[in-house]
């Protein structure tokens, strides 16, 4: 069966896959990164967007040949408890996540976004954002949370 | 607060031994000895009792058993606030258990904003109880009359000071043996030190870091991987399938069981792509009404019952001189419940036992369902709560669980099933359509005259526990049948008084697409006609809106409340509509006012909107709201439901609409059923009113049933327009405008 070796938070990986088309989303979930959700498989919601050498991606759309040897970044390697990424600090302390699904693309999409411009304004979040669906509402609280994790009121 | 979340897998093994808890949340970290100890046979499950609600554990920990569920809602904090508060021990000495048919107690659904209001309530009497009885146990040993005894920090102690006794010591991992007491004293809410506080809600941390087991990230050992295939028309059946069709997938196997179709596999994408490849003929069907007629066809339905829901006053004859009568229709189509995660769920059904992993509302209800259609005994099958994506009521987590439990009988290994986009925008049951005809009458002095509701609903069949399931219809299993909307017929009277005063509901037998309940079920339809209406009413008598509601409002709360919406908007008192309504971008404000069910939570809710006169869109800009549930437990929790409320409703108004032909719905995916976006999200203004000594009320949805009118009315304060019908489209708009203009 065909190898891929990807770099994934950091770790070098190497997955099999018979289909060069499979999604990345199955791969990083295969290997037991869950935080990256299964939204449309269609590219609309960004329920599974995750970093791909540093660009927000939804890992639905990408195949695991394309992201043979590039560093991909999840949640879980964006940060963890004992060494918070700031997003992840403000949205704790914002509280942001209501049912949560949908909060690892949006910290995703953030952190693609404060790693690109330090000091984003409300509408460059927003517009970042815009590729994340949330259901429950808790977009205000978000917003204020990038603003608060790139040293800004919200 | 140090508040971690712990999950396990589940092994086969646990779950031999009877039933070791799988996941717990728990604000204090791990504690595997209570769980450890509580072999699910010995836990009192009787919800009368208190032991069913609360064990004090060995160590001083207390155990909190909730039937209710967190869906994001905050019930994990806010219960173990109200126990702790109650009980009289800190709330990071509290362990929190929720929905495990086998551990935490049957509470009902987790729906209609309950879970505080009843379910919090029985904890909160549970602890009271329980409190009463342990300062008796320490009365005996310390010969201090209980009077003279006080319970605090998780110990009981004079209240003249010197040395108490703590929980564990009076009755440590030994049972109470009481019945909830209800004339068990509560605390008076002036001494309370931990309900109220805005505590953080123990899960976010985990979900903020991706450690958080959700139902689609649970795996047990052994399990096979399985997509169902709907049929391309709702009631088509299945007529032949083509497993050669998937030969190239090796290891992914075809089970149908009558019209159920599925395909099952040890790796998950194998298994996908096995599902887009088989072939299989399905009959054509073609039942479904004509979109486009669906107000007609309501409103003309054949066998439609009529009932009086509210009958008040007598009419002012003849009429007072210069009052106006008015008459307006409103729809609300069907909506999804939208979720972000398709549904999921994981079964291990064997020959005399079933577990199923699931992240619906109705853990116990569904026990009840699915022993039926599994031909199990109720108590050999067991339901055990993971979180979802957010469902509002019932998305397509009651059937995802159905059809993992039917595959893994059909197997004999634990299954995991996962809904795909186009299954969950097509095949979860909908919020039902309603339609609302009112015509009222008002004097110039903003009397309301005469006030007449007419709706058409489909009707909920009596004693339905659940919905009918998908997968037991199709593999003719015994299922439910009937329609659950939830009680979509309230509010529809305005809370203002009336000479004369008539709800009358025409209850369908039928409904287009599966009803199922939606968030703050029926409510947003009927306040959004009610409350605009009222401000036709207003409008008409060239009233200002908050000062005709004022003029007809008893309630003092509610008086207040309006009161407070008109200081949080800076209102400045007008009719409607404002000067500009012909400007490019016409702008406006509106206000509406809800008392949820006539008997709960009080919202006042204020929108400033642009409208864009060119393109149709509308904008809210600013949305304000004053809010007054009663006692607040826990106010981050609330603002945030509130918040939560507000923009889901706003999307359902702006947004959504299911689209369906004569055979399927067609609005499958995130295009053709937008919700709404960052770049449209308005700034938010919420004043929580908190009002210790009274009960609590629903916070989850009683804000939802404010927006329709809001937004609406703001609209036509804007521009001179009436939307009536949702969802409030550019299209739709842009038509409204120009033929007003023409």
Redesign the interface.
């Known amino acids: 069966m065909p190898k891929y070796k990807l770099r994934v938070n950091g770790i070098v990986r190497t997955v099999d896959s018979s289909d060069a088309d499979k999604p990345l989303l199955y791969v990083l979930r295969g290997l037991g990164l869950t935080a990256t959700k299964f939204g449309c498989g269609l590219g609309q919601c960004g329920a599974c967007t995750v970093l791909v050498d540093g660009t927000a991606v939804q890992s639905c759309q990408t195949t695991v040949a394309h992201a043979q040897g590039k560093a991909i970044t999840t949640l879980e390697g964006l940060g963890s408890a004992a060494k918070p990424h700031p997003i992840q600090t403000a949205f704790i302390d914002e509280q942001v996540p209501q049912c949560g699904y949908c909060t690892s693309g949006m910290i995703m999409s953030a952190a693609a976004l404060l790693s690109k411009k330090k000091k984003p304004s409300e509408s460059d979040i927003r517009a970042a954002l815009d590729v994340n669906l949330c259901r429950c509402g808790t977009h205000v609280r978000a917003v204020r949370a990038v603003m608060a994790a790139s040293g800004q009121r919200g | 607060m140090n508040a971690t979340i712990n999950t396990q897998r589940f092994s086969r093994r646990a779950l031999l031994k009877g039933g070791a808890l799988t996941v717990g949340f728990t604000l204090i970290g791990l504690h595997k000895g209570a769980f450890a100890q509580g072999a699910a046979a010995a836990r009192v499950l009787d919800n009368k009792e208190v032991d069913a609600f609360l064990a004090v554990n060995g160590d001083g920990i207390v155990t909190v058993y909730c039937g209710k569920v967190d869906?994001?809602?905050g019930l994990r904090i806010a219960i173990p606030q109200i126990a702790a508060e109650e009980l009289g021990i800190d709330v990071d000495k509290i362990n929190y258990v929720e929905g495990d048919t086998a551990l935490t107690p049957n509470q009902g659904r987790t729906s209609g904003s309950n879970g505080i209001q009843r379910g919090g309530m029985q904890i909160r009497q549970a602890a009271a109880t329980a409190r009463k009885a342990l300062i008796e146990l320490a009365a005996k040993r310390l010969n201090i009359a209980p009077d003279d005894l006080i319970a605090a920090g998780g110990e009981v102690r004079p209240k003249a000071g010197g040395a108490g006794i703590r929980f564990a010591s009076l009755i440590g991992s030994r049972r109470f043996d009481l019945k909830l007491d209800p004339k068990a004293p509560l605390k008076d809410p002036a001494s309370y030190t931990i309900v109220g506080k805005p505590l953080?809600?123990p899960?976010?941390?985990a979900?903020?870091?991706?450690?958080?087991?959700?139902v689609?990230?649970f795996s047990v050992p052994n399990m096979q991987h399985a997509r169902v295939i709907r049929p391309p028309a709702i009631g088509a059946t299945l007529t032949s399938v083509d497993e050669k069709s998937i030969e190239k997938f090796p290891g992914v196997k075809v089970v149908r069981i009558k019209d159920f179709l599925a395909v099952v596999g040890a790796d998950?994408?194998s298994t996908?792509?096995a599902a887009r490849t088989l072939r299989a003929q399905w009959s054509d069907w073609s039942g479904l009404p004509a979109q486009d007629r669906l107000a007609d066809t309501m409103r003309t339905e054949p066998g439609s019952t009529q009932q009086s829901l509210v009958s008040k006053g007598k009419p002012v004859a003849p009429p007072p001189p210069n009052a106006k009568k008015l008459a307006a229709s409103y729809f609300w189509p069907m909506q999804s419940h939208?979720?972000?995660?398709?549904s999921c769920a994981v079964a291990d059904v064997r020959a005399d036992a079933a577990t199923i992993w699931t992240a619906s509302q109705g853990m116990h209800d569904n026990q009840v369902t699915y022993a039926r259609f599994l031909g199990l005994p109720k108590d050999k099958v067991r339901l055990i709560y993971l979180?979802?994506?957010?469902c509002?009521g019932m998305n397509g987590h009651e059937d995802a669980a159905a059809d993992a439990a039917i595959l893994s009988r059909a197997v004999g290994r634990p299954v995991r099933v996962?809904w795909?986009?186009a299954d969950e925008h097509g095949w979860d049951p909908k919020g039902p359509p309603q339609l609302l005809d009112i015509a009222g009458v008002v004097g110039a002095d903003g009397q309301i005259h005469d006030w007449r509701t007419d709706m058409w609903i489909p009707q909920t069949t009596k004693g339905l526990l659940n919905i009918p399931l998908l997968g037991p219809q199709a593999a003719g299993l015994d299922n439910i049948v009937g329609l659950n909307t939830g009680l979509i017929s309230q509010n529809g009277d305005p809370p203002y008084a009336a000479d004369h005063m008539q709800v009358v509901v025409h209850w369908l037998k039928e409904a287009p697409l599966r009803p199922a309940p939606l968030r703050s079920p029926g409510k947003p339809a009927n306040c959004f006609a009610v409350e605009s209406f009222t401000d036709e009413l207003a409008a008409a008598a060239g009233i200002d809106p908050i000062e005709f509601r004022l003029r007809g409002l008893k309630n003092p709360r509610g008086i207040e409340l309006i009161k407070r919406l008109a200081v949080l908007m800076k209102w400045q008192t007008r009719s409607s509509p404002g000067a500009g309504t012909n400007a490019a971008v016409a702008r406006g404000r509106g206000m509406s006012y809800v008392h949820y069910k006539h008997s709960e939570t009080f919202v006042a809710m204020g929108m400033e909107v642009a409208v864009e006169r060119a393109s149709g869109k509308i904008k809210v800009e600013r949305v304000a709201c004053a809010h007054d549930c009663g006692q607040i437990i826990n106010p981050?929790g609330v603002r945030?439901q509130v918040?939560?409320?507000?923009?889901?409703t706003i999307s359902r108004v702006l947004l959504e609409e299911v689209k369906f032909d004569r055979s399927r719905v067609s609005s499958v995916?995130?295009?053709s059923y937008p919700?709404?976006?960052?770049?449209d999200?308005p700034?938010?203004d919420i004043d929580l009113v908190d009002r210790p000594t009274e009960p609590p009320l629903g916070a989850g949805e009683a804000a939802c049933a404010a927006v329709g009118a809001a937004l609406a009315n703001a609209v036509y304060d804007a521009t001179g327009v009436r939307l009536r019908t949702v969802p409030f489209t550019p299209e739709r708009v842009k038509a409204e405008l120009n033929s007003k203009a023409s």
């Open positions: 869906l994001g809602q953080r809600r899960d976010v941390a979900k903020s870091f991706g450690t958080a087991t959700f689609h990230d998950e994408w996908e792509r939208g979720s972000i995660g398709p979180e979802g994506s957010g509002f996962q795909s986009r981050d945030a918040e939560g409320s507000i923009l889901q995916d995130w295009s919700i709404l976006r960052f770049s999200v700034k938010l």
